[in-house]
C-alpha cells in the first residue's frame, strides 16, 4: 500500500555481510518517500520509516560487535535463511524491499518473490544495487541484479555503464537509477592540524584503510605494512593508524586470509603507529591523509575533502582495483609520500563519482525517493518482478543459483530446504550454531592451511 502522511514507510531489509547491512540500511533511509535530506545518521532524519533488518545465515552474517560499529538501528532485526526470508515476505506487508546482497543472493530472491507474491493485488518496490566501487564482474553482476524496480547506480559513471550493459543483452534498462553512496557524510576537512601547535591540538594522523580481499597475499601484505610502519618511523610526530575492518574470526564481505593483526605481531612498530577499528566515518573525522588501494573509503574521505592516495605500489592492476582511480589524480606511491606529495583530486573525475563534495549530495537520492513514491502510488498495483534470467533464457545457470538458496526453477522450495515448512527447535538452533562456527573456522583456519600445503 502506498504510505500516507499518518503510516510510516515500512522498508525490509535483506543484507548478507556487515558491509552489505550498512548499506542496505543507510540506503533505506535515503530512499524512504519524503522531503529531501543530507546524508545523515537514521535518528536525525525527518523521513518516517520502520525498518526490518533480516540477516542471511551465512559465513559472512555480521556479529553482534559489527552491527554496533555499522551504527544503525533497525526496528527489528532477524537472522534468517533465504526460506525463511521469503516467507517472511508472503506473511509480512511492506512497501519496500532492499536486497543487499551478492548478485547469486539477488537474482535468487527476485524469483523467491516472485513467486511468493503472485496473485497478490499489490506487492513492495524491490531495490537492489552495490556497496561500492564496481570494478569487476560487471556484467554478471548486472544480469543477477535485473528484475529489481530499481537497481542503484553510486554514480553518473555507474548509471552510464548500467544502462549500456541493460540495452547491450536487450533488457530494460529503466530500473537503473543515479544516486550515490549512502554512507558519504560528515564535516568537511578543514586543514592540517600543526604538528608544533601547542599541547590538546591532536597530531596529524594518517590513516591506512585496509581491504579484507586486496591485496590478498602475505608478500603483498607484509610489504604494505612495512611501509606504513617505515612512514611512522621517518615521521614521528605523526599519527600512523592502520584501519582495520573486522577482527580475527570475523568475517565481512570478502574472506580476509591473512589478517594485518597477526602480520604485525611480528614486527617491531614505533609508538605512533596504532591499528583502530570502529566506524570509517569516525576515523575519517581526525584523519588528515587517507591511504588505501583501492577501498569506498576513498570516496568517503574525497567527499569531505581529505587529502587522498590510491597506492600504486603494486601496481595499477584490475585485480587490485585501484584501475578505477585512473583519471583521479590520486593515484601515488608509498615514497613519494614519505617525501611529502600531496595529490590534488581531479573535480571532473570526482564530479562523476557521485561523491558529491560540491553540495549537491544533499539531493542525490530525490529521484530514487520520487520514483519508489510514484510506483507505491501506481493504480492496480505494481507488475510481477521480470527477471532478465530465466530457466528459459539461462537454463544452464539460473538453476544453480537457486539451488545455492534451496529454491526449484520456479522460485518454489526444494524438498528439504531448511525451516521450509517450521521454525526450528532448541536442539536445531544449537547444531546450526555450531555448524556455522566451524564452517566459519573452516575457511578462515584450515582452507588456508591446505592451499599453502599444496603450493610446496
Not at 1 to 26: C, E, F, H, N, Y
Not at 326 to 331: E, H, R
Not at 376 to 401: D, E, F, M, N
Request: some cysteine; hydrophobic content about 40%.
Amino acid at each position: 500500500m502506498p504510505p500516507s502522511t499518518t503510516k510510516p514507510t515500512r522498508i525490509a531489509v535483506l543484507a548478507d555481510s556487515d558491509t552489505r547491512w550498512k548499506w542496505g540500511a543507510l540506503t533505506a533511509a535515503r530512499i524512504a518517500p519524503g522531503p529531501s535530506m543530507e546524508a545523515v545518521p537514521r535518528e536525525d532524519a525527518q523521513v518516517g520509516f520502520r525498518l526490518s533488518g533480516f540477516l542471511l545465515r551465512g559465513r559472512a552474517t555480521p556479529t553482534a560487535r559489527q552491527l554496533a560499529e555499522v551504527g544503525v538501528t533497525a526496528d527489528s532485526l532477524d537472522e534468517v535463511t533465504s526460506v525463511e526470508f521469503l516467507r517472511a515476505m508472503a506473511e509480512q506487508e511492506y512497501d519496500v524491499v532492499v536486497l543487499a546482497l551478492v548478485g547469486g543472493g539477488v537474482q535468487a530472491m527476485l524469483h523467491g518473490l516472485k513467486r511468493v507474491w503472485e496473485g497478490r493485488e499489490r506487492r513492495p518496490v524491490v531495490v537492489t544495487g552495490y556497496v561500492g566501487v564496481v570494478y569487476e564482474k560487471l556484467a554478471d553482476g548486472l544480469l543477477l541484479r535485473h528484475g529489481a524496480d530499481l537497481v542503484l547506480a553510486n554514480s553518473r559513471q555507474d548509471a552510464e555503464r548500467f544502462r549500456q550493459v541493460y540495452e547491450g543483452v536487450g533488457a530494460d534498462a529503466s530500473s537503473v537509477t543515479e544516486v550515490a553512496l549512502p554512507f558519504l557524510g560528515g564535516a568537511s576537512y578543514e586543514g592540517e592540524h600543526d604538528p608544533s601547535a601547542k599541547q590538546g591540538r591532536r597530531p596529524y594522523t594518517v590513516v591506512f584503510a585496509v581491504q579484507p580481499s586486496v591485496p590478498d597475499s602475505r608478500k603483498d601484505r607484509t610489504y604494505l605494512l612495512n611501509r606504513l610502519i617505515q612512514h611512522a618511523r621517518l615521521h614521528p610526530e605523526r599519527e600512523v593508524l592502520l584501519k582495520l575492518r573486522s577482527k580475527p574470526g570475523e568475517h565481512t564481505t570478502h574472506i580476509e586470509e591473512q589478517p594485518y593483526q597477526k602480520l604485525v605481531q611480528r614486527l617491531d612498530p614505533p609508538a605512533n603507529f596504532r591499528l583502530v577499528y570502529g566506524n570509517m566515518g569516525e576515523v575519517l573525522d581526525r584523519t588528515d591523509l587517507l591511504v588505501t588501494i583501492s577501498s569506498t573509503a576513498a570516496l568517503e574521505s574525497l567527499h569531505r575533502r581529505i587529502p587522498t592516495v590510491i597506492l600504486t605500489d603494486l601496481g595499477v592492476r584490475e585485480t587490485l582495483g585501484n584501475h578505477h582511480f585512473v583519471g583521479s589524480g590520486c593515484l601515488a606511491s608509498w615514497d613519494q609520500l614519505d617525501a611529502g606529495y600531496r595529490p590534488v583530486p581531479d573535480s571532473d573525475w570526482v564530479g562523476r563519482q557521485g561523491v558529491g563534495a560540491d553540495g549537491s549530495y544533499a539531493y542525490a537520492f530525490d529521484a530514487a525517493r520520487e520514483r519508489i513514491a510514484k510506483l507505491l502510488a501506481r493504480v492496480g498495483g505494481l507488475a510481477p518482478l521480470t527477471p532478465y534470467y530465466t530457466p528459459a533464457t539461462a537454463p544452464g545457470y539460473l538453476p544453480g543459483i537457486l539451488a545455492r538458496h534451496h529454491l526449484g526453477p520456479d522460485g518454489s522450495p526444494l524438498p528439504g530446504a531448511p525451516a521450509a515448512d517450521k521454525e526450528p527447535g532448541p536442539v536445531r538452533q544449537i547444531v546450526r550454531r555450531a555448524a556455522r562456527g566451524a564452517y566459519r573456522h573452516g575457511v578462515q583456519r584450515v582452507a588456508p592451511v591446505i592451499r599453502r600445503m599444496g603450493e610446496l
